[in-house]
């Protein structure tokens, strides 16, 4: 896995957004799979900005959640898809039959999970995938101590995501199971990217970096995938050697 370090936020939001833009002009047809929270927040910001200045052209991507709270649908806002679709789809003018998403709030989660694996299957696999890190190290809802999963699957969530993802909802929300995309997934994209920023998540990050892979730190089977770069600003490498990019 190699590591790029930038100066603060913004430049890490350019450097990913320019790694998203170019992988979509070399392949129009690309299935992208975006993580939601505040990490991506910037990078959604300028990919819309790419998009209205004519730099690039979305109209033909295709987009694949990574994962949402079991419960929560479109209409609750700080879930997932609530999220997706304010910072990317609505701004990005993007057609429903762009984006398949996982709905929390299905009857049949299992068959919820089989579509998204379907999806993901039928349009040849993610081409490229952003994820962020949790404070535990999971990535999507892959939390720490659990077996890898290669396909999508529901979770209890870890105490430390109840807490942290408390962050996202105006009233204390019950956090308690989540749908995620297994780590096999992750994996098996053409080309993974992990962002982070700021100094809280610097430990966890190192752990991710440079630790042993664990299923402790979800985050660090990263170091296992072909081509995967973690995208970090200072904050977040402070606990790594590294230089500027
Ligand atoms: C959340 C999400 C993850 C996200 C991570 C970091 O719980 N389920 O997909 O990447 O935790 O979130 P943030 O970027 O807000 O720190």
Redesign the pocket.
Known sequence: MKTFVYADYDQLSRAAATLVTDTVRSNPHALLCI??????AGMMNYLTEDVRSGVVDFSKVSFVS??EWVGLNQQDEGS?RHFFYQHLVYPLNLNAEQVAFFDGRADDAEHECARIDQYITGKGGIELMI????MNG?I??NEPGLAVANSSHIVNLDEV?IT??QKYFREKTPLRRGITLGIGQILESKKAILMASGRKKAEIVARAATGPVTTQVPASFLQQHHDAYMLLDADAASSLDYTIA
């Open positions: 993580a939601t929270g505040d990490t991506p990574l994962d997932c994820v962020g890190i949790g999971h999507g809802m995501t942290v993802g």
